[in-house]
């Protein structure tokens, strides 16, 4: 396939604002790829070269893509710069540049798919000494080849700003839409992804008629992590689950833990390797003597002098300051382990929650620092309570019970794990939100430039993000100067296309940065977009940030489902 003709597909992508007519585009353009450009095309509709797991990067900066551009279009690095500010986007400008240039035709000169693949990864794998110069004449190479259309979209996506608003649920409807006609195989195909987060690899083995029932988890294939729903009271939680295992809920690090054959892999939340940053936790994962392992837990860094344990907050600042040594030795982190996955060659995600935990407790009987997590198993609300109250009381969030018979329900948010958290207010819990735009001050703040933060919640089911709240304090005057230095770098000229919002903020910013904030209650609103119905939206009551969530990435905040069914335990709670 010709990167043109992807080109043409990704343009049309980008003019849908449906999610089902998106996925029936990409339906299309997977129904005209040979069997083994499926993989390359759905790590690039995804901005990637390979699953993000691996962190590699494209990298290109925009100071190389002017240069590669004015080299190809034969104009100065001012000019680019000029259309760029006009275009508002570098892609945008390269499009218009090559237009104005005479194409040369040749077949041979025209970029593939599998060429701009290639390339794409090579300028990934670059680095050191001269890889920028190597960088951009790559980029040209393509660029020389390429058709207007397909200027926007190789510019684009080597900034790393491919932006066609599709997410991975879309790409899974489409490839279910492609064989069946509807989304009839998305569940499976979902789950799939869900046990290896490579949906490159799940998408060529559905394509190429294997089972999805056949993947299973594997060392080194991090598995999208279990989420919890939430309940108001320890009655509900026995009411829904009975008898069940209650444990304590660590303000830590969440770690999913990989060992096999003498290596180890760390992966965070988002499944970032993070390994380099927790010397400790791999040592320890290898003197376990198992042969290979996948394990969860959470991270808190302790103070053996004051018998201090310390949030996720202080564990990641104390890590900057100190180091990853001297922190280690000063602070040394206890990884409370919470799930067994995987063992000695065996996939556990489908064994009941008892076997897993009863294989977990022999494991890591003495395998100091990774401990497994303190519980309780009981069907009695009070006990429930008594138990709420004393790790509160010690400083923890509170609880998370956990149904002894569900299996580990890998990227989804079910009633297998249920949260119960002191409560902030009236609110069960707090919020996390992704920041798409900035205020700027007025008055006093003017100083530091900086007024506030407009946040969204996702709707699941429309694949938007819907504001939800103006945040305007919670914030010191460090985190002001940080927070807008980070926010210039990812502003952009307009909203971006997945955010549904009727405020205008002052500066609209790529979706990337996650704050949790805690409010006051949730209340109806004519201004926010979330789950607005009519001229009703939901909106946080004295909204306020706790804190910026490194851990966490766009697809794992709130969801507007949640936010409703949280307004409702509200009401619930008012009336009881
Ligand atoms: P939340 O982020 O508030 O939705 O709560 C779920 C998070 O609690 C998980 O992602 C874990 O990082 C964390 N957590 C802390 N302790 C536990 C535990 N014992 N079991 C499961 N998750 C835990």
């Known amino acids: 396939m010709l990167f043109s003709d992807v080109a043409e597909h990704f343009s049309k992508i980008e003019a849908t604002a449906s999610r089902l007519e998106m996925s029936a585009q990409i339906a299309r ?21 390979a699953p993000a797991y691996e962190g590699l990067d494209i990298g290109i900066g925009e100071k190389f893509a002017i240069r590669a551009i004015a080299q190809t279009s034969g104009r100065s690095e001012r000019e680019v710069l000029a259309e760029y500010k ?53 980029l040209s190479e393509l660029l020389n080849g390429a058709t207007p259309l397909e200027a926007r979209y190789l510019v684009r996506f080597c900034l790393g700003k491919l932006r066609l608003g599709v997410g991975d649920p879309s790409i899974i409807d489409a490839l279910s839409m ?10 499976a195909i979902l789950r799939a992804f869900n046990l290896c987060s490579d949906l490159g690899e799940v998408a060529e083995a559905y394509i190429s008629g294997k089972s999805m029932a056949h993947f299973s988890a594997q060392p080194f294939k991090p598995i999208r992590p279990a989420l919890a729903e939430r309940l108001q009271s320890a009655e509900e939680i026995i009411e829904k689950i009975g ?53 969860e837990g959470e991270a808190l860094a302790y103070n053996p ?18 180091g990853i040594d001297a922190m280690s030795k000063e602070f040394p982190l206890r990884l409370f382990v919470f799930d067994l996955l995987y063992l000695d060659g065996k996939d556990l995600t489908l064994e009941r929650y008892s076997s897993r935990r009863a294989m977990l407790e022999k494991v890591f009987r003495n395998a100091e620092p990774l401990v497994p997590s303190e519980q309780i198993i009981t069907d009695d609300p009070k006990r429930l ?46 919020i996390d939100a992704v920041i798409v735009g900035y205020y700027l001050g007025k008055g006093q703040r003017k100083e530091f430039e900086f007024g506030g933060l407009l946040a969204c919640v996702l709707n699941e089911e429309t694949g938007k993000l819907e504001t939800i709240a103006k945040i305007g304090s919670g914030f010191s005057e460090d985190e002001m100067v940080n927070l807008q230095k980070m926010l210039e770098e990812a502003r952009l000229k307009e909203r971006p296309k997945e955010v549904n919002s009727k405020l205008v903020p002052d500066f609209w910013v790529k979706p990337k940065y996650v704050i949790t904030v805690a409010a006051d209650e949730i209340t109806l609103s ?33 969801t507007t489902k949640e936010i409703m069914a949280m307004f409702e335990m509200q009401k619930k709670r008012r009336h009881d």
């Open 243 to 295: 008898k069940c295992a209650v444990e304590a809920k660590y303000d830590g690090l969440r770690m999913q833990v990989h060992a096999c054959d003498g290596r180890v892999e760390i992966y965070s939340r988002k499944l970032e390797k993070m390994t380099h940053m927790f010397p400790e936790i791999t040592s320890a994962a290898l003197k376990l003597g198992t042969k290979s392992i996948i394990f």
């Open 526 to 558: 004519p201004m926010h977009t979330c789950g607005m119905v009519g001229e009703t939206g939901y909106a946080l009551r004295f909204p306020r940030m706790i804190s910026l969530r490194d851990d966490k990435g766009p697809e794992d905040i709130t």
């Open 29 to 49: 353009l997977l129904s005209e790829c040979k069997k083994e450009e499926i993989r390359p095309l759905i790590y690039i509709i995804e901005g990637n070269v």
């Open 305 to 322: 002098k004051e018998k201090k344990y310390y949030s996720f907050q202080q564990t990641i600042q104390r890590k900057r300051k100190y």
């Open 178 to 187: 492609m064989k069946k006609g509807d989304k009839s195989d998305s569940e």
């Open 385 to 430: 309570e008594e138990y709420f109250n004393k790790l509160v009381g010690e400083g923890l969030e509170g609880i998370i019970a956990k149904d002894l018979n569900q299996p580990y329900v890998a990227g989804a948010r079910k009633f297998a794990w249920i949260k119960l958290k002191k409560s902030y207010g009236e609110l069960a819990d707090t």
């Open 86 to 138: 006009k275009a508002g986007d570098l892609g945008s400008a390269a499009e218009k540049l090559l237009s104005k240039k005479a194409q040369l035709s040749l077949a041979s000169s025209q970029n593939t798919l599998m060429k701009a693949y290639h390339s794409f990864l090579k300028i990934a794998k670059l680095s050191g000494a001269g890889s920028q110069e190597a960088k951009i004449s790559l």
